[in-house]
């Protein structure tokens, strides 16, 4: 393929580095890095045995800390930020990696020593089970990290706080690092690690800041130079040209002021109806939701947060209550609700988990419930409980046959409920027809049906064009669910994070998708585009995607139809 003239003149004005687009927008500024992490010489000294004990008191009592502070993090933040910091949190206080630690401090180890031993110990078998288990490893490192810095008296690593606004590069980016940006002052992030799916790109995709992952050759960056990045096309511009940087920031500010004035509700330019809803995990996300945006209701409610760092099951009442608080955020309005998807990264301290090669492709999600049926039961219970009569819409992760989605749905209606079930293993979706059998909805979750398309780590740098939502093999998938859902009368929406990208929703729309579910700060960039679109063009946006061979492809193809 040709360059475009547009690629000549980026290519003219300075270096150009590329990545994989995460969230889409332009920002221009000077570069920070993270701040270096404490240094830990591991051959250092052999603690005394007397002194062994308050050795491992003080590494204890370090990793308690960090513990809290990653807790009181969690109850500050929103949205997918949450989830991801209570899991760090949780990393904290595992038994298994306490043990190792423990074990080693026993034998004379530096408590700080045994710490990062024991992380490149997890870290070498998280890499090994690949998958969702591969994504913790960084998660892992920046717990060790909190723990050495503590055990130092350091204050604890991450990013400075700039003076001024600033585009921040780093080979990657823990959760408890992204969840605390202030967009007003971090306006760009780009990273040489991580995928489209990353926790760093879901949770900048929250944020609202443009990002590009994978992106060859930023390591070579230094902190302190001038830089674009355009999370749309995935490209870095080191020293861009002024006059093509005040341009494209001229077109990417219209764009966000078409955005702003849109007020709902989803439909194209031609008046198709498609719903924008919001993703939430609690009360709070969904009152924010409720109040900033123009989403029509909640296209996907995890319920994660209201099970993971608990030692034993919520109460039935304790959970309808928590339920009740994003119900009543959009009430007589659309609420789908995902029953727990917990295991393989998410594991339940007092669920019987056993040991699993690839936890990725193990007991998670609804197969949770053939082990003990009972978690499921009660947590559909408490949702019956929390609705009050009103038939809110509940589907189940990770569903695989047609007979597992009978076997909720029945559980579901029970209940006066209305079932529906997530397509994210492309089984499911090429047994779409048979599953709306079954069920009223579909929901397509477009992280995971990509890393199981395309047998890849969305964790993988190397891999992340792979997992791009952009791939042509995922997105026919998409296309023949969706068909299948107009075919039986029934609705398919898609709540994965590729319907944040606002021409990939316009791509959806064309494959006949009735409802497109984002973070909250994607409503509006969203629902604007789709307003700009008629339908028509978005179905030939569609048809010529379908005919592509890479997402690069894929993502010229759709904007030649979309682009004015």
């Not at 997530?422 to 599953?435: C, D, G, K, R, S």
């Not at 069920?439 to 395309?454: H, P, R, W």
């Amino acid at each position: 393929m040709n360059p475009s003239p547009q690629d000549t003149a980026l290519q003219a004005a300075g270096a150009t580095l590329h990545g994989t687009p995460a969230v889409p927008g332009i920002a221009v500024a000077s570069t920070i890095r993270p701040a270096p992490r404490v240094p830990v010489e591991m051959r250092s000294v052999a603690v005394a045995e007397s002194d062994r004990h308050a050795e491992l008191a003080h590494f204890h009592a370090a990793a308690t800390a960090v513990g809290r502070r990653l807790r009181e993090r969690a109850a500050r933040a929103s949205g997918a930020a949450t989830e991801v910091l209570a899991a760090n949190a949780a990393m904290a206080a595992d038994r298994g990696w306490l043990g190792a630690v423990e074990k080693a401090i026993a034998t004379g180890t530096p408590a700080a020593v045994a710490a990062v031993a024991a992380t490149d110990q997890f870290a070498e078998i998280f890499r090994g089970l690949g998958g969702l288990m591969a994504e913790r490893v960084t998660d892992l490192r920046d717990v060790c990290d909190r723990v050495v810095a503590e055990l130092a008296g350091a204050p604890e690593p991450g990013i400075p706080a700039p003076a001024q606004p600033s585009i921040l590069l780093a080979a990657d980016l823990a959760p408890a690092d992204t969840a605390g940006l202030d967009p007003n002052l971090i306006v760009g992030l780009a990273t040489s690690l991580g995928g489209p799916t990353s926790h760093t790109a879901i949770i900048a995709r929250q944020l609202g800041i443009p990002c590009v992952v994978a992106v060859d050759g930023l390591d070579e960056v230094p902190a302190g130079v001038d830089v674009l990045v355009d999370g749309t096309t995935g490209q870095v511009v080191i020293g861009p040209d002024a006059e093509y940087a005040d341009r494209a920031l001229t077109t990417y500010r219209a764009l966000a002021a078409r955005t702003a004035a849109w007020t709902g509700p989803g439909a194209t330019a031609d008046g198709h109806r498609i719903e924008v809803l919001a993703n939430v995990q609690d009360g709070a996300g969904a009152r924010a939701a409720r109040q900033q945006t123009p989403a029509e209701g909640v296209g996907l409610f995890r319920t994660e947060l209201c099970f993971l760092d608990r030692e034993s099951e919520p109460a039935v009442a304790e959970q309808a209550a928590l339920y009740r608080e994003v119900f009543d955020a959009y009430p007589g309005q659309k609420v789908v609700i995902r029953t727990l998807d917990a295991g393989s990264d998410k594991p339940l301290s007092f669920a019987d988990h056993a040991e699993e090669a690839n936890p990725a492709l193990g007991v998670r999600g609804i197969r949770l419930a053939a082990r003990d049926s009972a978690i499921l039961d009660r947590q559909l219970d408490a949702i019956a409980e929390a609705a009050a009569g009103r038939a809110l819409w509940v589907m189940a992760p990770m569903i695989s046959t047609a007979a597992e989605a009978k076997s909720f749905a029945g559980k579901v209606r029970e209940r006066g409920l209305v079932p529906g079930v997530m397509i994210e293993v492309p089984a499911a979706a090429l047994q779409a027809e048979q599953i709306l059998e079954h069920v009223e909805f579909l929901s397509i979750g477009t992280n995971d049906l990509a890393q199981y398309t395309m047998a890849a780590d969305r964790m993988s740098a190397e891999l992340a064009t792979l997992t791009d939502p952009w791939q042509p093999a995922v997105l026919a998938l998409v296309a023949r669910t969706a068909a299948a859902g107009r075919a039986a009368g029934k609705p398919v929406g898609v709540c994965g994070e590729a319907a944040a990208d606002p021409q990939l929703a316009c791509v959806l729309a064309g494959f006949g998708v009735s409802s497109v579910s984002v973070a909250a700060p994607a409503v509006a960039a969203v629902g604007a585009t789709l307003a700009s679109a008629t339908l028509d063009s978005c179905r030939r946006a569609a048809t010529a995607v379908l005919a592509t061979a890479d997402p690069g492809e894929a993502r010229a193809a759709a904007a030649a139809v979309l682009t004015p």
